[in-house]
C-alpha cells in the first residue's frame, strides 16, 4: 500500500474515531485530519525509528508492551504539531486510540493485500 493510501486511511480513522469517542479525540474538519495524517506519517518515517531503536531494550524487556507506548508518543508529538484543532483529552486516550489505530490499519491491509492477489 502506497504512502498516499496510508494517509487518506490514517484521516479517515481519525475522523471515525473523534466521531465515536469526542471526548477522547477532537478533530476540527477533514482537512485537519488530512493534515494530522501526513504529520503522523512524517513522524513515523523520521523519529520513530530512532525511538524503536533507543527503546529496544526495554521493548524486549516488557515483551513488545513498549511499542504501544513509542506509538501513542508518536500521536502525541503529531498533536503537538498540528494544533489545537487535534488533541487528544490525555496520553492515555492517545495510548488506546494508538491501540485502535493499529488494529484498524491491520485489517484494512490484509484487505488491500488479498484483494490485490
Known amino acids: 500500500m502506497g504512502f498516499w493510501q496510508r494517509v487518506l486511511i490514517n484521516a479517515v480513522l481519525f475522523l471515525a474515531i473523534s466521531g465515536f469517542f469526542p471526548d477522547t479525540l477532537f478533530v476540527k474538519s477533514i482537512w485537519v485530519a488530512l493534515i494530522a495524517s501526513f504529520v503522523l506519517a512524517v513522524l513515523n518515517m523520521l523519529v520513530k525509528p530512532f525511538l524503536v531503536i533507543l527503546s529496544l531494550p526495554v521493548t524486549i524487556f516488557s515483551l513488545g508492551f513498549f511499542y504501544l507506548i513509542i506509538n501513542a508518543f508518536m500521536l502525541q508529538m503529531t498533536s503537538f504539531f498540528v494544533g489545537n484543532e487535534f488533541k487528544f483529552s490525555s496520553f492515555w486516550a492517545a495510548f ?16 488491500f493485500i488479498q484483494n490485490r492477489q
Not at 488506546?96 to 484487505?111: A, D, F, G, H, P
Request: glycine share 0%.
Open 96 to 111: 488506546v486510540i494508538s491501540i485502535v489505530m493499529s488494529i484498524s490499519n491491520t485489517i484494512v491491509t490484509n484487505y
